[in-house]
């Protein structure tokens, strides 16, 4: 009877946490082959990140959904532009687009010879030719609808894209014709283009212009800074305007070039800093075909200084194939 008594007067054993779900929940909307080769740049213009200030009134829900856009580039040459339809998947296409997902990193590769080797991705038939398998008993409602293509002749490797502060955007894509080249997607023209290096240009980043711009790096009519990064092992930072009706201006001579890296460069990013107590400017990092990275801070009186430079030892064997600024705090 004690032990019973000690027993009920211990208090209960405490509930641990419910724990905290961190992971995202992920959910194919729909798997694609649009390119014949690897993709070198997608870029999702959500419905939300839309401008519509200068629209008569606020579009509809249908009207949004044609306004939410991927663009893509890839070493096929192509750079293409679908509407996308963000609703959630219908359960049955859910099912079909898991069983046959597959993930790869492509570099210079080609998806076409990786998808010959393997013979088990679901690749599509190659355009004119034919196939004996019978048709599937359901085929899956498309997310995607094409809407704008391009053709270049040269492979392209890297893509960003700037609205023009009203309706319309633009897509600056980089080639391994060493050019950028700006193309209109409302317009479906190019509408402008800049020979840029000396060999592929495999990055590309642009910061909009803030409300006290530094003069050094800003000129009069300027409404972007482009930064690009090439197989040459060269930054450059560039001039750029882009205004209403998709007009885009790129200033022929680069604002600064950084020679730094010791190997080609395969990505690049860029922001700006107003922070109190700093010299202001932008900070770029570019990342290179040998693992190694590079981070430079250019002042707002021009100057360049290299903030890190890590050698490909720290890294182990492969490119630094991405590297993103991302802004902390308020």
């Known amino acids: 009877q004690q032990q019973q008594q000690q027993q009920q007067q211990q208090p209960p054993a405490p509930v641990p946490p419910t724990p905290v779900r961190t992971a995202w929940d992920l959910k194919m909307l729909e798997r694609r082959q649009v390119h014949s080769d690897a993709v070198s740049g ?14 008569p009134e606020p579009p509809s829900n249908a009207e949004n959904k044609k306004r ?12 293409l532009v679908h509407k996308v339809s963000l609703s959630k998947a219908n359960p049955v296409d ?7 997902a597959f993930s790869s990193t492509f570099t210079r590769f080609s998806y076409s010879s990786i998808m010959s080797r393997g013979g088990e991705g679901d ?17 899956p409602t498309s997310k995607l609808t094409e809407y704008r293509t391009h053709s270049s002749r040269d492979p392209l490797a890297s893509l960003v894209v700037a609205s023009d502060g009203a309706t319309g955007h633009v897509a600056f894509a980089g080639g391994h014709d060493d050019v950028v080249l700006a193309y209109g997607i409302n317009s479906a023209c190019a509408v402008a283009s800049v020979y840029s ?45 882009v ?20 190997s ?22 570019a990342g290179c075909a040998d693992g190694s990275f590079c981070v430079w801070n250019i002042h707002s009186d021009g100057m360049q200084v290299i903030l890190h430079q ?19 705090g308020s």
């Open 68 to 79: 939410s856009l991927l663009a893509t580039t890839s070493l096929d040459g192509g750079l």
């Open 197 to 241: 290096h000396r060999d592929a240009v495999t990055g590309l980043d642009l910061i909009q212009r803030g409300s006290n711009p530094s003069s050094a790096l800003w000129l009069d009519n300027a409404t972007h800074v482009m930064v690009s990064g090439s197989w040459d092992a060269t930054v450059k930072v560039w001039s750029a305007s």
């Open 243 to 262: 205004s209403a009706g998709e007009t885009v201006a790129i200033h022929r001579e680069p604002l600064a070039e950084l020679f730094d890296a010791d």
């Open 42 to 55: 997608c870029v999702l213009l959500l419905v939300d990140n839309m401008d519509a200030s200068n629209l």
């Open 310 to 328: 890590e050698p490909p030892s720290r890294r182990g064997a492969g490119p630094c194939s991405s590297v993103q600024w991302v802004r902390t």
């Open 123 to 139: 690749a599509s038939p190659a355009a004119g030719t034919s196939s004996s398998a019978a048709a599937p008993p359901h085929q």
């Open 264 to 285: 080609s460069i395969v990505s690049v990013s860029a922001c700006s800093i107003s922070s109190p107590g700093t010299s202001g400017g932008i900070v770029i990092a």
């Open 94 to 100: 859910q099912d079909r687009a898991g069983a046959t």
